[in-house]
């Protein structure tokens, strides 16, 4: 049954291939995921594709979100990738799962901002002093999506699973310093995010009520004032 139910994700995202022979891996990281992609997909009506790519490239990290024509691409990099769980490495095995759906939270995260058409926008009314042009200004813009999806995840783990969020906090901390070990941490250490996750230690973070993308949004705007 778990199985048939994540081909059926895969066959609404019209990636026949990759439904037709899906490894251990992959399977388990989509049943981890598969609420978060149910509830993107389903009540959200997101544009989301799921891509199983045949064989990972160097320096591919295992889950990735890409947008192109309108549609949300989440690209899965784990076929020939010996790093591929690197960053559950110092995860109890119990709390692997919970980890992935963060993960995956984060990324549907970064497709919510695309479907809304403000990637690398700031708030109406916002001010921030200039940044230099070039490599650093993509590096900040880079850093505050980042930003956002982290606080979705958080979002998302307090609404659903409110007795784990201080175990999922800590994880996203750690793996988001500045000093993550390259390999250890893949792509969630190349960018410090403390900026906002150090603004959500608890799930008192976010207000009750609204949607979860309404509910990091409002944190998210008091981080970018401390990441200037």
């Known amino acids: 049954m778990i199985k048939r139910t994540l081909l059926l994700l895969l066959l609404l995202s019209a990636n026949l291939a990759a439904a037709a022979e899906l490894t251990e891996m992959e399977i388990r990281w989509l049943k981890a995921g598969s609420a978060v992609l149910n509830y993107a997909k389903q009540q959200l009506k997101l ?3 799921i891509t199983v790519q045949p064989q990972a490239r160097a320096n591919d990290v295992p889950l990735a979100l890409g947008y ?3 549609r949300c691409k989440l690209v899965l990099s784990m076929r ?5 769980e690197d960053i559950l490495n110092h ?3 119990t709390q692997q799962a919970l ?3 963060a993960m995956v939270a984060h990324e549907i995260g970064h497709c919510w901002r695309y479907a809304q058409g403000s990637w690398h926008a700031v708030p109406a009314g916002f001010e921030e002093r200039p940044a230099p042009a070039g490599a650093e200004e993509e590096l900040r813009d880079t850093r505050r999506e980042e930003g956002f999806a982290d606080l979705v995840a958080l979002a998302w783990i307090h609404q659903q699973h409110p007795q784990q969020y201080a175990s999922v906090a800590a994880w996203m901390r750690s793996v988001r310093e500045p000093s993550a070990a390259a390999g250890t941490a893949g792509s969630y250490g190349t960018h410090s995010t403390l900026s906002w996750l150090q603004l959500a230690p608890t799930g008192a973070a976010f207000t009750p009520g609204l949607p979860i993308f309404e509910q990091a949004s409002v944190v998210w705007r008091q981080g970018l004032l401390r990441d200037q």
């Open 47 to 49: 544009p989301i594709d």
């Open 68 to 70: 192109d024509k309108g």
């Open 80 to 84: 020939g990738n010996p790093n591929a």
């Open 91 to 93: 995860v109890p095995a």
């Open 99 to 101: 980890m992935i759906e």
